[in-house]
Each structure stands twice: as C-alpha cells, then as structure tokens.
C-alpha cells in the first residue's frame, strides 16, 4: 500500500487546513485509516482515526471538537479537516493504514503503512 498525504502548509492560528492522504495498492475499504503528528523534538502522537467498515472515528483529546476525520472510499482518499488551529498543532502529520482486523488505533505498532507526512505550521 502506497499512501500520499497532501495538504499541509502555513496557517494563521484559528485558522483551517484540509489534509488529505491518497492510497493505492490495496482495496481501500479493507483498512482502518488513520492521523499521526509528529512535532519538533516530540514523540509522535495519534490524532485521529476512521474505522473500514462502520467509518467509527475516534480522535485525540486535543483535538476533539476541532478536526474531523472522514473517507471517501469511491476515490480511496482520507482526510482530516483542522478547524481552529492552535500554535501547538505544529507538527509533520502522517497519514497510516491497518490491515489489522480490530487494531488498538491509538498506537502507531498497530498500523501497517505510512506516508511520508506533510508539515501543518500554526502561526501565533
């Protein structure tokens, strides 16, 4: 599986970004998809995740209510819509995909394919 994420850029905090992540090599809607950001100096972290087959979705605390998560199975693209972006949500954002059948989303271990990240930088 091949993973493509697009998006990133320079944003003024408040402000919205829509990161998308194009996958081929696999029948999309076998795979759990799934959002990891990486800061300067900081581990990587979960963001944000959208099941295959009943498209649940879970995000992070410090996101919620902020981004969403969505998948469009007919153009084998996820993506992730940032609203009110905050300094701290500086960060290279990965896109990941699990063939596993029940994963425990929230860890990186657990995701079989990664894109190579876009960076997302929030202005003060």
């Known amino acids: 599986v091949q993973l493509q994420a697009s998006g990133g850029g320079l944003v003024q905090a408040g402000g919205s970004l829509r990161l998308s992540c194009a996958a081929s090599?696999?029948?999309?809607?076998?795979?759990?998809m799934g959002w990891f950001r990486q800061g300067l100096g900081k581990e990587r972290e979960f963001v944000a995740v959208?099941?295959?087959?009943?498209?649940?979705?879970y995000y992070a605390d410090s996101v919620k209510g902020r981004f969403t998560i969505s998948r469009d199975n007919t153009k084998n693209t996820v993506y992730l819509q940032m609203n009110s972006l905050k300094p701290e949500d500086t960060a290279v954002y990965y896109c990941a995909a699990s063939a596993k059948f029940w994963p425990t989303v929230y860890k990186g271990d657990e995701y079989d394919y990664w894109g190579h990240g876009t960076q997302v930088t929030v202005s003060s």
């Open positions: 959208i099941r295959r087959s009943s498209s649940s979705t």
């Open positions: 090599g696999r029948t999309f809607s076998t795979l759990h």
